[in-house]
């Protein structure tokens, strides 16, 4: 299935949920936080929510500065 990962198409099998993309991608466990199409998703639902064919995921990575 097809889906945008930070405004890049990316491939993704189906049935991947968050916390598979986020292993994948060897993601720290903290400072990070997951939204697809535009909601943000708890970290609690990271092994239940799937992944579908289109959606839009944006990563963010916590960062220090000003």
């Known amino acids: ?8 198409t990316a491939n ?5 949920t968050v916390a598979t993309l986020a292993g ?5 466990e ?4 997951i939204a697809i199409n535009n909601e943000m998703v708890p970290r609690g639902e ?3 929510r799937k992944i579908c064919d289109g ?5 963010l990575k916590a960062f220090c500065g000003g």
């Open 1 to 8: 299935m097809n889906v945008k990962i930070n405004n890049e």
């Open 12 to 16: 993704l099998n189906e049935g991947t």
């Open 24 to 28: 994948s991608r060897n993601l720290p």
């Open 30 to 33: 903290r400072g990070i936080a």
């Open 46 to 48: 990271w092994a239940v």
């Open 55 to 59: 959606d839009d995921i944006v990563i």
